[in-house]
Structure formats: C-alpha cells, structure tokens
C-alpha cells in the first residue's frame, strides 16, 4: 500500500455485547498509541450495504472484527483479503447482501471501492451477551492483538 493514499481503519462490532466490541476497542486504541497520517479511525456496527457505503471513497481499507470459529483459540488474531475471505460476525449478515456481494454490485454501479481491503478478525468467546467488558481470555490477549495488529498495518503500508 502506498503511504500517500486516503486509508481507512474501521473496527467494526458493539461495544456493549462482551467480545463483540473488540474491533472498535482495537481501532481506538491504535489511533491513541500509534496515530497514522492521512489515516482515518473509525467505529460501526453495520453490516453489507451499509459498510460498502461507509468505504467508498478510500483507496485502502483495513477492517478489524470479531470472528467465532469451530475450534478457534481466543485472540487469535486471522488475516484475510478480498481474495480469501472468511465470514466475520459483521461483514456477513442475514439481514442483508453479504459484503462480497455488496462490492461486486458496487464496482458495477461504477462506484469507487477501494482497492486493497484487509479484514483482521479476532477470534472470540461471547458475543450475545450484555456487558462492557471482554471475556476473561480475550482480555489477557488485548494488548497483544494491538501489538499483532499494528505490526501487521506496519506491513502493509511499507
């Protein structure tokens, strides 16, 4: 990715639903300790249509959620591309197109999508629940999935 070019990193979940929150929690804490020029941070808990909305406009965009897998281990932390792409808890919902969907139909619209999407999804517990605060393994892990996470942006901007 080129330093020059207008990027996003957008967390996405709800901060009141336990682990569900971590991507917005991720997505704050990198603009406090390690702010990006020409980057902006922002937080949503949309999904489909709605995201390709918030996107358009940008050449990079990093995505960071929530993901439950069979046997995942909490706070691990999986990257994806557009080319690999593995159902987060919000890029992919039932009440609406799927976000791969939504950035196919887009670039047919002729709208501009950008063209390096990453998703970092971190792997979870709880997710249905009420409480401001994460489950007890994904807490102990935090600081390290911003440490994983930073780097992994580091990486990618060159």
């Not at 009420?130 to 999935?145: A, H, M, T, V, W």
């Amino acid at each position: 990715m080129n330093n020059n070019k207008k990027k996003l990193i957008l967390g996405l979940g709800n901060d009141i639903l336990m682990d569900d929150g971590v991507g917005p929690r991720v997505v704050r804490k990198l603009e406090e300790k390690y702010p990006l020029p020409g980057t902006e941070y922002r937080t949503a808990s949309l999904g489909g249509m709605d995201i390709v909305e918030l996107i358009s406009g940008y050449e990079w965009v990093v995505f960071i959620d929530a993901i439950k897998t069979k046997n995942g281990i909490p706070g691990t932390v999986y990257e994806f591309t557009t080319a690999d792409f593995k159902e987060t808890l919000h890029l992919t919902t039932i009440h609406d197109i799927s976000f791969l969907s939504a950035i196919q139909l887009e670039k047919q619209l002729g709208l501009h999508i950008p063209k390096d999407i990453h998703v970092f999804a971190i792997e979870i517990i709880e997710d249905q629940v009420f409480g401001e605060n994460f489950s007890p393994p994904l807490q102990e892990r935090f600081d390290q999935i911003v440490e994983e996470i930073h780097t992994k942006i580091q990486s990618l901007i060159g």
